[in-house]
């Protein structure tokens, strides 16, 4: 291992700032975790500290701390559509729970005096979404149907805005965000593009209000179960994998291109494109973050030389990769 790479796997969370997140945080914090537990690869190596943050109290005091220190951090959510590299993250990992986990479901009028009614749905950051399509759907939330089957959080889905036919950004009302130059809870105003939003980077989702038009919940949740049988049918949720790996280019589609390529079924160890999906790729049980990389790389290599076409990715590399 040569000396940058035994350097960049050192923790750089002292002593001192272990005695210090510990009164912040108590027993929510915990020192060299494991990461791979926590993504949907199951890749990952360890956070120098790992933090279960449960309201927006406290992930205000831990945003004070980051920049007094001017300590790294990142948020990890469902831990899909992100590959962590197998050295792990620097400084310290988040994740949100608690209240940051709710959702609450309501009908109300569209305008004072209006008979026309609207679904309006409040979620935190770390609400699963799959649950909240299940809830919004039972209270006729039209259009929840595209937003079925996203393995995520609604955090990480509106920062990456998320959908298929239609996208996070068409149904978002108000979006409230938490840092570490404004750590108390405030609303923003984003602006939606294919799988990006202007979210700062330094912005942490807090929670979310959506809104939908308001149809019947019998036809709403029949529509979204035959996307998700669809859903179920062509890609390969039996195994563990990050969902899609590549943005689908201009007037095409990753996937075709990666079987046109004669991609599928290739292998980096125990990684894998998926020979049911190509634009998938798979943990069969041992792969590595350096695996998967080789793969993701060898992949946009074939398709570039055989149609000139440059893949981008769509799930994120974080971390060190050795």
Known sequence: MSVTTTQAIQPIVTECDRA???????ESVRFDEPLAPYTSWKIGGPADAWIIV?????????????LRRRMPWFVLGSGSNILIGDGGIRGIVMQLAGDFAEITVETRSKDEGSSDNEIVVQAGASANMALLTTKAASAGAVGIGSLAGIPGSVGGSL??????DREMGDFVREVWVQSPSKPEPHSVSLQYFYRHTTLAQDA????VTLVFECGEPQAVREEMLVRL?????T?????PNAGSCFRNPASDKAARLIEAA?????HEGDAEVSPLHANFINNLGGATAKDVASL????RRAVQEQFGVELQLEVHLVGVFI
């Open 204 to 207: 942490i989702v807090s929670r």
């Open 262 to 266: 004669g991609a599928k079924g290739w």
């Open 159 to 164: 920062r990456m805005n998320a959908g298929t």
């Open 20 to 26: 210090d997140l510990r009164a912040i945080a108590g």
């Open 229 to 233: 049988v669809r859903r179920k049918q």
């Open 235 to 239: 890609q390969p949720i039996a195994l």
């Open 54 to 66: 449960e309201n927006e109290h406290r992930l205000a005091e831990i945003m004070r701390f980051v």
């Open 296 to 299: 993701l790389a060898r992949v």
